[in-house]
């Protein structure tokens, strides 16, 4: 039977000891492997975002529009004759949430000389004419919020805009120079006084960013009416008041025309 004595235990001890530490510098090594792979993968996750973040940018302020709008605006500025609604995409990619980036213009390519009015407080819940509003179509989205006019602006000169043949506007941004007279007060002993203020037309509630908060593709057409309609409210509009200063002969020259724009294309994403 084999003798063991201290110096064996001591062996064996020291062998040990060896294994252990060669295990612990291993698990430690391990560790230090396991915590900086982590670390790697955040990074690589953050980089990932960071880039595609990046392209989503890139893909919205500097790529170029699809070829099929510009083909579509350009056959409808060739049309001869009649009046005609073009929407034009400042660009087509957005962020979730974004508002739409759109110009809306309308073309009179009649031998007339006529008058057309912008898009009025009212005009997208059919309160008043004209009725202007977007047609927004995507497979997730939910009908457009919109809050309620029932009280909207009589209609004035500055709602309407001269259109000489091939003149267009845009019926949602025509910034003009409204004056403002007061009448002397002598109880108050106020002065006549004139003042201005800068006047604009109304956009539709459906292009706001809260009516895009899912991502997909947005197809998106601009309509514009004049035509009477029974489900029209106040239909022009016009209040006693202000009857005098308005010429109804631009009232009697506004066409009857219902038109529609070419469509858009939208693409909204996360990032």
């Known amino acids: 039977m084999a003798q063991w004595g201290s110096g064996s235990f001591s062996s064996l001890n020291r062998q040990t000891l060896h294994l252990a530490n060669v295990v612990s510098k291993r698990n430690g090594i391990l560790n230090i492997y396991m915590k900086r792979r982590k670390t790697y ?5 953050v980089t990932l ?4 973040r990046v ?10 529009i699809e070829d099929y709008v510009y083909s579509d605006i350009q056959e409808r500025i060739d049309i001869d004759s009649g009046i005609v609604c073009i929407l034009i995409p400042q660009k087509t990619y957005y962020r979730i949430g974004e508002k739409p980036q759109l110009d809306v213009l309308i073309i009179n ?9 912008g898009c009025l407080d009212g005009s997208d819940i059919r309160t008043r004419l004209p009725y202007c509003d977007f047609l927004v179509s995507n497979k997730n ?5 919109k809050w309620i006019d029932v009280s909207p602006n009589p209609l004035i000169n500055l709602d309407l ?12 941004s025509d910034y003009k120079l409204k004056s403002f007279k007061i009448n002397k007060d002598n109880a108050l002993n106020l002065p006549e006084t004139t003042f201005s203020q800068l006047y604009n037309f109304w956009e539709p509630q459906s292009l706001q960013g809260r009516n895009f908060l899912l991502p997909g593709n947005y197809e998106i057409q601009f309509i514009y009416s004049t035509i009477p309609d029974e ?33 858009v294309k939208l693409k909204y994403r996360f990032l």
């Open 141 to 145: 989205i939910l009908k457009p919020q």
């Open 109 to 117: 390519k009649t031998d007339s000389t006529i008058y057309l009015p």
């Open 161 to 172: 805009q001269k259109l000489s043949p091939n003149d267009c506007f845009n019926p949602l």
């Open 41 to 45: 993968i955040i990074i690589l996750i």
């Open 49 to 52: 975002l960071i880039g595609i």
């Open 55 to 64: 392209y989503r940018q890139y893909q919205a302020e500097t790529l170029r």
């Open 231 to 263: 489900n029209i409210l106040f239909d022009w509009n016009v209040s006693c008041n202000d009857f005098e200063q308005l010429n109804i002969d631009l009232i009697d020259s506004i066409p009857e025309i219902k038109i529609q724009s070419n469509t």
